[in-house]
């Protein structure tokens, strides 16, 4: 078994139309995870069939018991976060401003506030249109701790791989260089970095890569809209050069990628030539793991 995950140093780079490409080529025998929880938009492309859904708790909520509440104040004093207001005379929790850290609940002299496990998003088992299995996920609005449901996303995918022997993991990461890409990391084989020819592109290449480098993982890369700035796109194959990143491909700034979208595909299944390209990226990206 081997994971591969995909990542782009910033947004809008194509890497999930990437992901789900390769998802399309590898089909029956991978096994997807959208780790990309905080905006996740992967069933966009694959229609997932949302066939088994967990809810994910992680930290902790206020609440307060109004009959044992003196209304005293001392809570919303020390809230640093102002998730104590008071109105309707009554002191309650705003759940988006809580951070969870229990010091209301320690310092209240009637013990009227507890803490309670907080639900902080949704896990989700599917079967998608390209015959795959995907794990996937969408984090509450406020919720914290992605990274933690970013674990649980890849541990439920190696579980389903296992036990449906397959032989790739195909993982969606989200842009950036945070604790969910630190965590969607974690176990990988190989990275697929989709980067664009801009300055911010090449700048947040080398950012994410400062990353990979340093938990010793291998990393190839794809410049997608290659065309749109040639002496940026040079300046990225001079630097994946000197940092020994395998260069997969480029592709062209092309319309279709838009297309493809509004039809809830994929590049591969609307271009033969687009299809033709991806599919020897794939196969060196397999030689690429196995080596």
């Known amino acids: ?5 995909v990542l782009s140093g910033k947004g809008g780079t194509g890497k ?7 998802a399309v080529l590898a089909s029956e025998n991978s096994v997807i995870a959208d780790c990309d929880v905080d905006a996740a938009n992967m069933h966009l492309l694959l229609a997932p069939d949302f066939g088994q859904s967990d809810e994910f708790y992680s930290g902790e909520l206020a609440s307060i018991n109004q009959s044992q509440c003196s209304q005293c104040g001392i809570c919303a004093e020390i809230c640093r ?3 104590i207001p008071f109105a309707n005379n009554q002191y309650s929790i705003h759940p988006l401003n809580c951070e969870g850290c229990a010091y209301c609940a320690k310092v209240c002299p009637n013990n009227a506030i507890v803490m309670h496990p907080r639900k ?3 896990l989700y088992k599917s079967q998608t249109r390209v015959g795959s299995k995907m794990v ?3 984090m509450d609005i406020g919720a914290d701790n992605s990274g933690k449901l970013v674990a649980q996303v890849k541990n439920e995918a190696k579980a389903i791989a296992k036990e449906t022997s397959k032989e790739w993991i195909i993982v969606d990461g989200s842009p950036g260089t945070g604790c969910p890409v630190v965590s969607a990391l974690s176990g990988a ?3 697929l970095l989709v980067t664009e020819p801009s300055m911010s592109g090449m700048h947040d290449l080398r950012r994410v890569y400062q990353v990979i480098k340093k938990m010793n993982i291998k990393a190839g890369c794809i410049i997608n809209k290659s065309d749109l700035n040639p002496q940026k796109t040079t300046e990225i194959i001079d630097f994946l050069t000197i940092e020994k990143i395998a260069h997969l491909g ?8 838009t297309s493809a979208m509004v039809q809830a595909k994929t590049i591969v299944e609307v271009s033969a030539d687009s299809h033709q390209k991806m599919q020897k990226i794939w196969i060196n ?7």
């Open 136 to 138: 996937h996920a969408r």
């Open 16 to 22: 999930t139309s990437i992901t789900a490409s390769l």
């Open 81 to 83: 976060f102002d998730a």
């Open 189 to 191: 084989n190989f990275v």
């Open 1 to 5: 078994m081997y994971e591969i995950v």
């Open 285 to 291: 990206i397999q030689a690429l793991c196995i080596q």
């Open 120 to 122: 902080s998003g949704n």
């Open 250 to 257: 480029n592709f062209h700034y092309d319309p279709l990628f």
